[in-house]
């Protein structure tokens, strides 16, 4: 079991190395911005809420009502720290492409915690306690998520306004973002084991609806 271990933690070390020189690109922040944002809004899409909008004059005049699920204020809701929502996926290392940022433990890192837990000691460089913290790659991640979403704002209401019937990572990412960009992540998709994932509070919605990442779509 010992020398298990130390071969396990001698092959992380050389992962951990070369995810040193791995940053996101371009067409794998484009991809996980639309799957988070496609997550936001169906979560409210099923809403029967209605917003009056305007002030009742002393014309009488009445207030304008619209629903929630077309309106402006559902759009802006969703988008509200959309990219904050990226600090919650992890680098799984082991996965191919784009698909090696999504939410859950990776397995790699899961087995070094069960090592941790049978009593063998691990080094990584960093304490035990920042495991858990974004790595660089997803901090990045974060980073062109906000600076994407800031330059393509218009580009995002244009298509819940008018292109719904679309796919929004074809629409958005496909036809706009990277349209002179490389576009191969947007159809990697994951079909073998998931990884570990996180509680089922972390991974359920406040409406109790299963939340997507990259890996899943």
């Known amino acids: 079991m010992e020398m298990f271990a130390i071969f396990f933690i001698c092959m992380f070390s ?5 995810q040193e020189e791995r940053l996101p690109n371009k067409c794998e922040v484009c991809k996980l911005l639309t ?5 936001a809004l169906e979560k409210t899409g099923r809403s029967k809420e209605v917003l009056e909008l305007g002030e009742v004059l002393d014309t009488g005049k009445r207030r304008r009502k619209i629903k929630y699920n077309t309106s402006e204020t559902r759009l802006t809701e969703a988008m509200d720290n959309i990219c904050e929502r990226i600090l919650q996926y992890k680098v799984h290392a082991e996965r191919p492409g784009s698909l090696r940022y ?3 433990t990776s397995q790699t890192m899961n087995t070094l915690m ?5 009593g063998v000691k691990v080094e990584l460089g960093i304490p035990y306690e920042l495991w858990d913290e974004p790595s660089v790659e997803v901090a990045d991640l974060k980073r062109q998520c906000e600076t994407m979403l800031e330059e393509y704002e218009e580009v995002v209401e244009n298509w819940y306004f008018h292109h719904q019937e679309e796919r929004l990572d074809r629409f958005f990412c496909a036809t706009h973002v990277l349209r002179e960009s490389d576009q191969e992540c947007l159809n990697e998709v994951w079909k073998g084991d998931m990884g570990v994932k996180g509680s089922k509070e972390e991974n359920e919605g406040e409406n109790g609806t299963q939340s997507h990442d990259a890996g899943e779509l």
């Not at 050389?14 to 070369?18: F, R, W």
């Open 14 to 18: 050389l992962v951990l190395a070369n």
């Open 35 to 39: 799957v988070e944002l496609q997550d």
């Open 102 to 104: 999504a939410k859950g």
């Open 114 to 118: 069960n090592l941790v837990g049978k």
